[in-house]
């Protein structure tokens, strides 16, 4: 692997047709669609596809919902002008300008069942009581 290449590994989700057909669509977009306009979701929308995939997840046996995994993580911001708060990056070891994430993942499958990439440091406390 060369240096500071940067590698995506959505591109081998695009033959999933089990996922495209649960998205309602044929195949699914391709990367630089998902990163173009994926951003246009409202919250409201990313949340209500996890539940129902989450529903059928456990529908199917697929997840027991015994453990999750709850984190926040910061994405840092490598741009030159940035609106964003500064968060403390672990692996920086300082606090820099960056996306305040929350996840809730099944800690026996890895399976996503939540996400949020739109808090601020006054929404952090309360939003793991917006996982149900």
Request: hydrophobic share 35%.
């Amino acid at each position: 692997m060369k240096t500071g290449e940067r590698l995506s590994r959505i591109v081998d989700l695009n033959f999933d047709y089990g996922l495209g057909t649960f998205a309602g669509l044929n195949i699914l977009p391709k990367v630089a669609a998902l990163t173009q306009y994926s951003y246009s979701n409202p919250h409201q929308v990313v949340v209500t596809l996890l539940k129902k995939w989450n529903s059928v997840l456990k529908d199917k046996g697929y997840i027991q919902g015994r453990h999750i995994n709850l984190d926040f993580h910061a994405i840092p911001h490598w741009g030159e002008e940035s609106q964003l708060e500064n968060h403390w990056v672990s692996t920086s070891g300082k606090a820099m300008k960056s996306v305040l994430c929350f996840f809730a993942q099944d800690l026996d499958t890895t399976y996503l069942c939540y996400s949020n990439g739109q808090l601020s440091k006054e929404d952090a406390p309360d939003e793991i009581l917006n996982y149900e």
